[in-house]
């Protein structure tokens, strides 16, 4: 067993300009006794190098990391990432995603005080920073508190089951124990394994609520190139065909779990239905009383002659 508390679990593959602020931004934490597993998911492995030396000679025994050959993809990648370290707490930190200096001092004392394992793990509110490249320099155009705020005191499961991207991977310190319960990642999905992951998680117990903003998902425009791979690569409505196959499974007989989910996704795309249905409605509505006050306007109009 490590002797360090989290894990830090880092994937990354040709995106120099984003991992060298993901290192940084770790070295600025308040709380440091955790380790940092990257996976250099087929990359250049000289210019990963080169990243992490730039960051400071000093991270030691702190840095692993592991140079694929040729990509596997988000999932194997992730699944590695978890297989080679033995931290009791995990973190998964895309390498484009950022935190603040008091994350993991936060969230580690979070899961610290509960002495009866209640909770799998703990969520925080999140900055949305809306950003792009320009001559290897990243330019910040927006930093914004309003989509990613969370309240309460626990995630909604029944709001999980139904929708998607209620917990973001930088947002979410979770025990290596509730594996135990969650198995491993689903490697057959080339995305949202992560939300996936998170869903079985959420089996061992509850997820807490730190309503701050200890950290920042980040945007770009899709350019085509290498700073935004996990964008261009998508063939498919992603999120569509993970639902879809949920659904499939129940369908086939799946377990409790994956029979509960489709029940929720398709009770959200019922209401969501219904909601489409009245907004047309009012909109038609809207347009008959306006052409009923234009008939009378004119009505009006020819009294008065």
Request: proline content about 2%; aromatic content about 8%.
């Amino acid at each position: 067993m490590s002797s360090y508390k989290v894990a830090i679990l880092l994937r990354t593959k040709n995106r120099p300009v984003f991992l060298r602020r993901a290192l940084e931004t770790l070295r600025a934490q308040s709380f440091q006794d955790f380790r940092i597993h990257i996976i250099n998911d087929g990359g250049d492995m000289a210019a990963l190098r080169a990243c992490v030396a730039e960051c400071g000679p000093s991270w030691g025994e702190r840095l692993s990391c592991v140079d694929l050959p040729r990509s596997v993809g988000r999932s194997k990648a992730l699944a590695l990432a978890l297989a080679v370290s033995d931290e009791p707490y995990i973190l998964i930190h895309d390498d484009d995603d950022t935190l603040e200096p008091s994350f993991l001092a936060e969230t580690v004392a979070f899961l610290e005080r509960d002495g009866t394992g209640f909770y799998a793990g703990v969520t925080t509110s999140n900055y949305d920073v809306y950003e792009r490249i320009e001559d290897g320099r990243i330019i910040t155009d927006r930093k914004t508190d309003q989509f990613g705020r969370k309240s309460g005191s626990l995630v909604d499961y029944g709001l999980y089951l139904s929708h998607m991207y209620v917990i973001m991977p930088i947002t979410f310190l979770f025990r290596r124990a509730a594996l135990a319960v969650a198995g491993g990642v689903e490697t057959r999905l080339d995305y949202v394994e992560d939300h996936d992951l998170f869903l079985r998680v959420m089996m061992a117990g509850e997820v807490g609520i730190l309503e701050e903003c200890l950290c920042s998902y980040h945007h770009r425009l899709a350019t085509g190139d290498a700073n935004d791979a996990s964008q261009h690569e998508v063939t498919h409505d992603y999120e569509l065909a993970y639902k879809n196959g949920i659904i499939r499974k129940a369908m086939q007989g799946g377990d409790r779990l994956r029979q509960m989910q489709a029940g929720f996704i398709q009770g959200n795309h019922l209401g969501r239905s219904q909601l489409g249905q009245l907004s047309r409605q009012v909109a038609q509505l809207q347009e008959g009383f306006a052409s009923l006050s234009q008939v009378m306007v004119e009505l009006l109009g020819h009294i008065r002659r």
